[in-house]
């Protein structure tokens, strides 16, 4: 993860098992005890990529996953200092979104500080 392409690489890798052990534990628990311990996993996940300051919005997760790195593809990628933007696209039959994640570079390393589902309206978060 020595590079913001690596880093957003291995962060949509561990989403995707995230998501796919959220999706077991919400099938084997009743839902307040699935989303606790979806959340809790969430947390786990997001403290290997963020700051340590760093607050998450709330967590979705689902059958079509928001990130692969089988199919998410890097579009483009600017550094600009110490901050990176990474833009992808999740080719898909009838629609295609486009993240960008951005990144800032801290005690020699790269955190996510947000990854932005990007449409026609505007950005939203989705860390």
Aim: hydrophobic fraction near 30%; proline fraction near 8%.
């Amino acid at each position: 993860m020595n590079t913001p392409e690596s880093l957003v690489k291995s962060f949509q890798a561990d989403y995707l098992s995230w998501n796919k052990h959220a999706l077991k534990v919400d099938s084997a628990h009743e839902s307040i005890k699935a989303m606790e311990l979806a959340e809790e996993s969430y947390k786990k996940l997001l403290s290997k990529y963020t700051p340590p300051e760093f607050k998450g919005e709330p967590i979705a997760y689902g059958s079509e996953p928001a990130h692969d790195p089988q199919k998410e593809k890097i579009i483009s990628s600017v550094i600009n200092g110490d901050n990176a933007i990474v833009r992808t696209e999740f080719p898909r039959p009838y629609y295609s979104p486009i993240y960008e994640y951005h990144l800032v570079k801290a005690q020699g390393r790269w955190y996510l500080n947000q990854v932005y589902l990007v449409d026609d309206d505007g950005y939203y978060p989705g860390l």
